[in-house]
């Protein structure tokens, strides 16, 4: 598995808006899931999307037991973070 983390900053001067945030990308072969932890709250982490193949799609119930998803989550968790999600259709759960 590799791992690739960028850091984003989104602002606005106008309107005095600042929002933080590290993504990360934990790929493996063709497959890649991306998961999004916001600077302000540092020991969170939500899962985004998973890439294919350079094809994006939302997240599945069954994507949580592939091995690069476990990979990901254990990664997640040694640097910190302790409440880690994923986007379902109907929200955020937990993982």
Known sequence: MTVDTTHHIDSSEQDDYHYEYHMFRFTEGPLTFIARSDVHSPDEAHFLTREEK????????????????????????????TSINWLADCGYEPV
């Open 54 to 81: 350079g094809k994006l799609r939302s997240l599945r119930r069954e994507d949580l037991d592939l091995p690069l998803f476990q990979q990901a989550v254990s990664h997640l968790r040694e640097s910190g973070k």
